[in-house]
């Protein structure tokens, strides 16, 4: 096998470059020169909204002409815009806000390009899940990004089942309308004394961090007009064997831990068992006294 080497400095080629380009995630005075210049000199920018990008070339004062391309024209685009950087055009891509292929349209393009040999070149900038990170007051590395977690409940809890033995701050991306939910997910899986952080429209004008544990942030999030797009930072599992641990003591005072912690006694069951791989229905029934 070989490396394959290619080269992202300007010069002389046969087929165009395809750029990443950032874009703001809220201030419009952190997009950069070189951005603004990018968009300026290719020959078309592939956007995820054009509407949404359009006012920011608006602002910006940039003439270049946009195509769409987001996750459901995806298939068929491609072969275009390959087509068009075959051609020797130079074409940027851009998402609504921050760094194009993260929760957001992108990867599939950069992948065929890498197999046409086209290059490809980022750009650095704005970005959502960096920007929350160095102002949490977590440890900022290592650390696991995971962005937006499955919406069906029984996939979400096994996704947070898993997650729970990460060692390190691990960065998600959550909507206003799901907050509640995950949280609460979250608190049964994680237990509710984790540490979190909730960053919320991160570089506008009504930007705010909140720190605390999973319960403080349930009961924030009970607040039917939470509003904004959520980072939400959580401090990594700094027992990740736990579940072998947890046998040192019983399983009713485990239960009972896990209710003086804020879980109602149904959560803390169902924890109780997710820890010690044992079914819910037996943990209930010793805590509660019903085995023979």
């Known amino acids: 096998m070989t490396i394959n080497k290619m080269s992202s400095f300007q010069g002389q080629k046969l087929v165009g ?44 004062e940039i003439k270049t002409s946009q195509i769409s391309f987001h996750e459901h024209n995806t298939k068929e685009r491609i072969p275009l815009l390959l087509a068009k950087l075959k051609e020797g055009l130079n074409l940027a891509q851009v998402s609504d806000a921050g760094m194009p292929s993260i929760s957001d349209p992108g990867h599939e393009l950069v992948e065929a390009c890498i197999e046409a040999e086209i290059p490809v070149v980022p750009l650095p900038g704005p970005n959502a899940a960096l920007t929350a990170l160095i102002a949490s007051g977590l440890t900022p590395q290592p650390f696991m ?44 899986v ?26 403080d942030a349930v009961e924030f999030a009970k607040d039917d007009e939470v509003r904004g797009e959520f980072v939400v930072i959580v401090d990594g599992n700094h027992a990740p064997n736990h579940a072998e641990e947890v046998l040192d003591i019983s399983l009713e005072d485990e239960v009972n831990q896990k209710i003086e912690q804020g879980l109602k006694p149904n959560a803390a069951i169902k924890e109780v068992a997710k820890r010690r791989q044992m079914k819910k229905q037996d943990v209930y029934n010793a805590y509660h006294h019903l085995t023979d």
């Open 145 to 188: 990004f995971y962005g937006f977690l499955p919406r069906k409940h029984k996939e979400l809890n096994e996704a947070l089942v898993k997650l729970n033995q990460q060692e390190v701050t691990m960065i998600f991306y959550e909507a206003p309308h799901r907050l509640k939910k995950t949280l609460q997910a979250m608190g049964e």
């Open 17 to 60: 470059t395809l750029y990443l380009v950032p874009t703001p995630i809220g201030n419009l005075g952190d997009m950069t020169s070189r951005a603004v210049e990018t968009l300026q000199n290719v020959d078309l920018i592939c956007a995820e909204d054009t509407r949404n990008t359009q006012k920011l070339l608006n602002h910006f």
């Open 190 to 215: 994680f237990g509710m004394d984790r540490k979190i952080v909730l960053c919320r429209e991160l570089t506008k004008r009504y930007e705010e961090f909140l720190r605390g544990s999973l319960a």
